[in-house]
């Protein structure tokens, strides 16, 4: 196994270009199971979850064929295509690397009339159960059961009817494979309490250029007009906000200046809200954000929420250039139990971090260390990165394999913003 080695110190400064985003990334790939037509997904981040997303694909006997990109050139265009379906079973080998596997069973059931989707079990952020999804699709009309670790589910001979469903929590994944569910479906649905991260904006604009009949984009009500097929599509995939969040942060605890190139501030106003409060300079340029240092960081006091609030996502990263801060700042997790596993490895690098229940309470201190730290989750390792990036002396990020799953290329996009980072081998 990999790992990355930093030594810190540097203020990064330059231009780094975003990738396409991968929870964006993740739900657009399974819309391919909605047509028997070609589509093309432009900004596809280089990434191991991508990988397997693709793997898990192929298995159904989806095409999959990568045209156009250079190794050197960040992301790469995917064709798919679902002619026929040769399996409708999502194995436990493949679901278990990637919980966003369960993203298959809502377009799945649509196309084929039935899904079977190994459960994807716990993960390291917390027990994240996907009751949601269920209740979603039964309320449009799916029969689902549980039985050996797999979930089946089921429509009527002639398909979904589609249904109505509110949301008690917002789910992102949820939404994402009920309206997937519905766009097929005989009649129009309507979710209300939906989720309404970027993301989701971005599956619904790509259904709607395959031909579906989406209203609400945007907001927590969507109505579902059920048509009888879609077509292919061309589609060019979102930035990657928490990747420009991430590098914010990490510039800004460097004392640094970069520009973020394709990140867009309306997708991210919260981060940017955050890093403003902490008294960083963030302006959105033709070419991207610009985010430079503008002396101390000062403290700041929020809690992750449901977008358009501070994306748990970000939490881990936040923390990390917190940990500079001058003062103390209060953090609150709302949306995962257990998503704080960063903690102890940050305080290993001399940051003195206290955590009670969702709340942690982050004393800004005058200077971290380099230490040999564990990467937990793919955020909690980006945290750990940051603060490598600003600490005294040399710090390695072991574990690797989380930050492959979601940063495209790091040490080449962090060399090329003036850090000193290597990645070795036979960690
Ligand atoms: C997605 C993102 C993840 C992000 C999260 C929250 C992808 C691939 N992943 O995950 O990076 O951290 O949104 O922004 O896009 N819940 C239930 N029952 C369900 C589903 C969810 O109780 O059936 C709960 C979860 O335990 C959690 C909350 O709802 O407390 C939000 O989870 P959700 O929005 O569903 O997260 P994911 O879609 O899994």
Avoid: W
């Avoid at 599509?233 to 990490?250: H, K, L």
Wanted: charged content about 20%.
């Amino acid at each position: 196994m990999d790992k990355i080695i930093i030594r810190g110190g540097r203020k990064l400064s330059g231009t780094v270009p975003v990738s396409g985003a991968k929870n964006a990334a993740l739900t657009l790939l399974p819309c391919a199971l909605l047509t028997e037509e070609p589509l093309t997904l432009r900004n596809l981040p280089r990434l191991a979850d991508i990988d397997s997303f693709q793997h898990l694909l192929n298995q159904f006997g989806i095409s999959t064929s990568i045209a156009g990109a250079r190794p050197e050139d960040f992301g790469r265009v995917m064709t798919l295509q679902a002619t026929r379906l040769t399996s409708t079973v999502a194995p436990y080998d493949l679901v278990r690397k990637m919980r966003a596997s369960i993203l298959v069973l809502g377009p799945m059931l649509a196309r084929a009339g039935e899904a079977t989707v190994s459960l994807p079990g716990g993960c390291a952020i917390g027990n994240r159960p996907i009751d949601l999804h269920l209740k979603a699709l039964e309320a449009f009309g799916a029969r689902i059961e549980l039985a050996a670790g797999y979930v089946r589910a089921h429509a009527p001979d002639g398909g979904l009817p589609g249904g109505h469903y509110t949301f008690p929590v917002v789910s992102v994944g949820a939404t994402e494979n009920a309206v997937m569910a519905a766009v097929l479906a005989n009649g129009t649905s309507t979710l209300h309490n939906a989720a309404r991260e970027p993301e989701i904006v971005d599956l619904c604009n790509l259904l709607v250029a395959m031909g579906a009949e989406i209203e609400g984009i945007g907001s927590s009500h969507l109505t579902i007009h059920g048509v009888s097929r879609l077509h292919g599509a061309t589609y060019m995939v979102m930035p990657d906000r928490i990747e420009a969040g991430s590098y914010a942060c990490a510039a800004a605890i460097t004392g640094g200046d970069v520009l973020l190139a394709g990140a867009r501030i309306e997708d991210m106003t919260a981060t940017v809200q955050a890093l403003t409060d902490a008294g960083i300079h963030v302006e959105q340029t033709r070419g991207g954000l610009h985010v430079a240092a503008n002396g101390a960081i000062r403290p700041v006091t929020l809690s992750t929420a449901p977008y358009p609030g501070f994306a748990t996502d970000m939490q881990a990263q936040l923390m990390a250039m917190l940990c500079m801060a001058k003062g103390s700042s209060v953090l609150t997790e709302t949306i995962f139990e257990n998503r704080y596993m960063h903690v102890p490895e940050l305080n290993r690098m001399g940051a003195r971090i206290e955590t009670k229940g969702r709340t942690a309470i982050v004393h800004g201190v005058d200077h971290l260390v380099g230490a040999d730290v564990m990467a937990t989750d793919l955020r909690a390792s980006m945290s750990l990165i940051i603060a490598g990036l600003a600490a005294e002396g040399e710090t390695s990020v072991h574990r690797v394999y989380h930050l492959d799953r979601g940063y495209e290329r790091l040490e080449e996009k962090l060399a090329l913003i003036g850090a000193d980072v290597e990645r070795v081998g036979n960690d």
